[in-house]
């Protein structure tokens, strides 16, 4: 078993729907969690950063945090056509030890 | 202009090339880190540095390896190239104070194809 579990997707919304993306993970010593996106052809970006647990709002992105549950997700509302991307989930549990990130979930939002 | 840049960005070569990635950043970070990305699989890590003296082996080293020629210079080498590195190669570097020791920023990755 992965020590991060995602589903692959793809996931195909209509513009303006609110888009749910989840992690599952297995190592309870994870304390940081990031979201990254990534577009084709270019690397992952850096969208959302957490630390332990509870949410974290930036404009239309919603990172969550359930640690109890071992469960993130990440929430966007008024989807557009422009955050069709991949997005990978990605955990530490911090001092400076490796990421490990997810398969990434592919998604599309149509017009 | 990018933090991260790698060079080339496309790159085909044959079975028992020996063929180095290269990757610069501007960024100002001390740590440094190679990963493959592979469909289904993610990213994996290859090697990384903490700084210019100190190397380690990631997840999956075997048939790599690196050289950190400055702070700002890591470079990746494929010794004997084989089909089944290719992949998408990306580098990022972290800074180990802001906003965590883990947040890592990428470069726009290396596609290479072993034929």
């Known amino acids: 078993q992965k020590e991060v579990e995602q589903d692959p997707g793809p996931l195909s919304v209509p513009e303006g729907a609110i888009v749910s993306l989840n992690c599952t993970y297995s190592?309870?010593?994870?304390?940081?969690f990031m979201w990254y996106r990534q577009y084709s052809r270019k690397g992952p970006e850096l969208l959302m950063y957490t630390y332990s647990s509870g949410n974290k709002e930036d404009g239309r992105f919603t990172a969550q945090v359930d640690k109890s549950s071992k469960y993130i997700s990440l929430f966007i509302r008024d989807s557009q056509p422009s955050d069709s991307a991949t997005y990978l989930c990605?955990?530490?549990?911090?001092?400076?030890?490796?990421?490990?990130f997810g398969t990434g979930t592919q998604l599309k939002v149509e017009l | 202009d990018a933090d991260v840049t790698q060079t080339p960005r496309n790159r085909i070569t044959k079975t028992g090339k020996r063929i180095m990635l290269e990757c610069s950043q501007t960024k100002g970070h001390d740590r440094m880190y190679w990963y493959r990305q592979d469909p289904g699989l993610g990213l994996r890590l290859i090697y990384y540095?903490?700084?210019?003296?100190?190397?380690n082996k990631g997840e999956i080293s075997d048939g790599y390896s690196v050289s950190r020629q400055a702070q700002a210079k890591f470079s990746l080498s494929l010794e004997s190239a084989i089909p089944n590195q290719t992949a998408l190669y990306f580098c990022?570097?972290?800074?180990?104070?802001?906003?965590?020791?883990?947040?890592?920023?990428f470069g726009p990755g290396t596609r290479l194809t072993v034929l």
């Open positions: 990022a570097t972290s800074a180990p104070t802001s906003p965590s020791t883990d947040t890592q920023y």
């Open positions: 990605a955990m530490s549990a911090g001092g400076g030890n490796k990421l490990t």
């Open positions: 540095s903490f700084d210019v003296k100190d190397i």
């Open positions: 190592n309870s010593a994870f304390q940081y």
